[in-house]
């Protein structure tokens, strides 16, 4: 099967002092020229503009289209119907391409239809230059976040067949966002895309422009697709949206163990779905994730789990793990744990239940959930001796603070003396009686007693 064609449509409309720029990065391309159809769109420019055209067409091949102004979504729709190619690109006429953007963007569009069909559209970073030059990195494809984040840029391959299926850009939106709109009701009917990173697209600033229009007028302009895509904001869809997206929780683990949780912003993914869960993380897009070990198969008693360990970790921004435990458990030095409420990274780097455990137990900031009291205490309490909790406490301060300041080396000398202090000071104390029996180390007290313990040994050092 040979390389698609595709058709460049560029709507112009008295922006002839930039049009020369964007057709010689069309005619730079690294992508067969003999595959490449170029269409201007002449909206109803001026006598300057349409003089430059002129100039060009002798220069540049390109299909011309003349046409009284009717807006930059007519233009590009006009310019799609004249169209043959097997991909559809959009780019406006003050805007270039790097010399192997079509080529990038044909073989990106291929490889992730490839994989999944429902893709018809790959979108590019922006590379802004003019009055303003950086370079403007755009998120991965996420439907829930479409809808509040305009990052899909109009200048996206699209795969042709959805014009033949009826879609167009909306003529109506005449003020700016219709790229936004066309995406949007893209995703209502399924139809996805797919992010090409790099810089490919360059994206002109050059003054007050309909960009700059369009985000002082975002208000109007998000209630105009509100109303043009009310089915797609309606609260139920919504909430279906986010829950297929970007759930609040992923949770893998057996359907009947997980079913009776009372939290909607979840997903569950069967273990028997994924057979390999951990390496497959980069497929999950939730903020938190829950596991439960294979073999489980009683429920969960508590409805509403999720909803406690979900907001525990919203209003506890210290902890990145929780590690659930009840009376039949018995968590050993690498805390054969059951079930684990975790962020992500904290699961990155390893593919196997059995290396969950080391991986979790070598964490200073992961906390035990107790089902049967439903309590929330930190693991060096709940387990540990005072000494070796308060090196995990001081090693742990150390990688945090104390190593990015004065490097990795320093800092593993620096503390590696203080723990030969502190064993020292520790036999010396030995045998004293206790005025007190000793608290437990307070989770909220935890970076006053390390900032001053620390200080204390560096004293003592230097």
Same mark, same amino acid.
């Given at each position: 099967?040979?390389?698609?064609?595709?058709?460049?449509?560029?709507?112009?409309?008295?922006?002839?002092?930039?049009?020369?720029?964007?057709?010689?990065?069309?005619?730079?391309?690294?992508?067969?020229?003999?595959?490449?159809?170029?269409?201007?769109?002449?909206?109803?420019?001026?006598?300057?503009?349409?003089?430059?055209?002129?100039?060009?067409?002798?220069?540049?091949?390109?299909?011309?289209?003349?046409?009284?102004?009717?807006?930059?979504?007519?233009?590009?729709?006009?310019?799609?119907?004249?169209?043959?190619?097997?991909?559809?690109?959009?780019?406006?006429?003050?805007?270039?391409?790097?010399?192997?953007?079509?080529?990038?963007?044909?073989?990106?569009?291929?490889?992730?239809?490839?994989?999944?069909?429902?893709?018809?559209?790959?979108?590019?970073?922006?590379?802004?230059?003019?009055?303003?030059?950086?370079?403007?990195?755009?998120?991965?494809?996420? +439907?829930?976040?479409?809808?509040?984040?305009?990052?899909?840029?109009?200048?996206?391959?699209?795969?042709?067949?959805?014009?033949?299926?009826?879609?167009?850009?909306?003529?109506?939106?005449?003020?700016?966002?219709?790229?936004?709109?066309?995406?949007?009701?893209?995703?209502?009917?399924?139809?996805?895309? =797919?992010?090409?990173?790099?810089?490919?697209?360059?994206?002109?600033?050059?003054?007050?422009?309909?960009?700059?229009?369009?985000?002082?007028?975002?208000?109007?302009?998000?209630?105009?697709?509100?109303?043009?895509?009310?089915?797609?904001?309606?609260?139920?869809?919504?909430?279906?949206?986010?829950?297929?997206?970007?759930?609040?929780?992923?949770?893998?683990?057996?359907?009947?163990?997980?079913?009776?949780?009372?939290?909607?912003?979840?997903?569950?993914?069967?273990?028997?779905?994924?057979?390999?869960?951990?390496?497959?993380?980069?497929?999950?897009?939730?903020?938190?994730?829950?596991?439960?070990?294979?073999?489980?198969?009683?429920?969960?008693?508590?409805?509403?789990?999720?909803?406690?360990?979900?907001?525990?970790?919203?209003?506890?921004?210290? $902890?990145?793990? $929780?590690?659930?435990?009840?009376?039949?458990?018995?968590?050993?030095?690498?805390?054969?744990?059951?079930?684990?409420?975790?962020?992500?990274?904290?699961?990155?780097?390893?593919?196997?239940?059995?290396?969950?455990?080391?991986?979790?137990?070598?964490?200073?900031?992961?906390?035990?959930?107790?089902?049967?009291?439903?309590?929330?205490?930190?693991?060096?309490?709940?387990?540990?001796?005072?000494?070796?909790?308060?090196?995990?406490?001081?090693?742990?301060?150390?990688?945090?603070?104390?190593?990015? =300041?004065?490097?990795?080396?320093?800092?593993?000398?620096?503390?590696?003396?203080?723990?030969?202090?502190?064993?020292?000071?520790?036999?010396? +104390?030995?045998?004293?009686?206790?005025?007190?029996?000793?608290?437990?180390?307070?989770?909220?007290?935890?970076?006053?007693?390390?900032?001053?313990?620390?200080?204390?040994?560096?004293? $003592?050092?230097?």
């Amino acid at each position: 099967m040979g390389l698609p064609t595709v058709s460049i449509v560029i709507p112009c409309y008295n922006q002839g002092p930039f049009l020369s720029e964007c057709l010689a990065s069309l005619k730079s391309q690294t992508y067969p020229a003999n595959l490449i159809e170029t269409i201007v769109v002449d909206d109803g420019s001026g006598p300057d503009t349409k003089e430059t055209i002129s100039r060009l067409a002798q220069q540049y091949a390109f299909h011309l289209i003349t046409q009284v102004n009717g807006g930059l979504s007519r233009a590009r729709n006009v310019g799609i119907a004249y169209a043959s190619g097997d991909y559809i690109l959009p780019l406006d006429a003050d805007n270039y391409l790097s010399t192997d953007a079509i080529e990038l963007l044909v073989a990106m569009m291929r490889d992730s239809q490839a994989q999944d069909p429902q893709v018809m559209f790959v979108y590019q970073d922006k590379v802004l230059f003019g009055v303003e030059e950086s370079y403007v990195p755009h998120q991965s494809y996420n +439907l829930y976040r479409l809808l509040s984040d305009n990052f899909t840029d109009a200048c996206s391959l699209l795969d042709r067949r959805v014009f033949d299926w009826g879609f167009a850009y909306n003529e109506t939106m005449q003020q700016g966002y219709e790229d936004w709109e066309f995406h949007l009701r893209l995703g209502l009917y399924g139809f996805i895309g =797919r992010r090409l990173p790099g810089q490919t697209f360059f994206y002109r600033r050059w003054g007050y422009s309909m960009v700059n229009s369009a985000d002082r007028t975002k208000t109007q302009l998000m209630a105009k697709i509100h109303d043009e895509l009310a089915s797609v904001y309606f609260p139920p869809h919504q909430r279906e949206i986010k829950r297929n997206w970007a759930p609040g929780v992923n949770i893998i683990a057996p359907k009947a163990l997980v079913e009776s949780q009372s939290l909607i912003d979840s997903t569950i993914v069967s273990l028997t779905d994924l057979e390999h869960p951990f390496a497959e993380m980069h497929l999950l897009t939730a903020k938190y994730l829950f596991f439960a070990a294979p073999g489980l198969i009683e429920p969960l008693i508590d409805s509403a789990l999720m909803e406690k360990l979900a907001v525990t970790m919203e209003m506890r921004q210290d $902890i990145h793990a $929780i590690l659930l435990k009840h009376d039949e458990m018995t968590l050993g030095r690498f805390l054969r744990a059951h079930f684990v409420f975790a962020e992500l990274p904290v699961h990155e780097s390893h593919s196997t239940w059995d290396q969950l455990d080391p991986i979790v137990a070598a964490k200073t900031d992961v906390y035990i959930w107790d089902l049967d009291n439903q309590t929330l205490i930190i693991k060096s309490q709940w387990q540990a001796p005072p000494e070796r909790r308060i090196s995990r406490a001081i090693k742990n301060f150390g990688k945090r603070h104390v190593a990015p =300041r004065i490097g990795f080396d320093t800092a593993y000398q620096l503390f590696y003396h203080s723990y030969r202090v502190f064993q020292l000071s520790k036999r010396a +104390l030995r045998g004293r009686p206790q005025m007190k029996p000793p608290q437990p180390m307070e989770v909220g007290e935890t970076g006053e007693h390390l900032d001053q313990g620390f200080r204390h040994y560096t004293g $003592i050092l230097f």
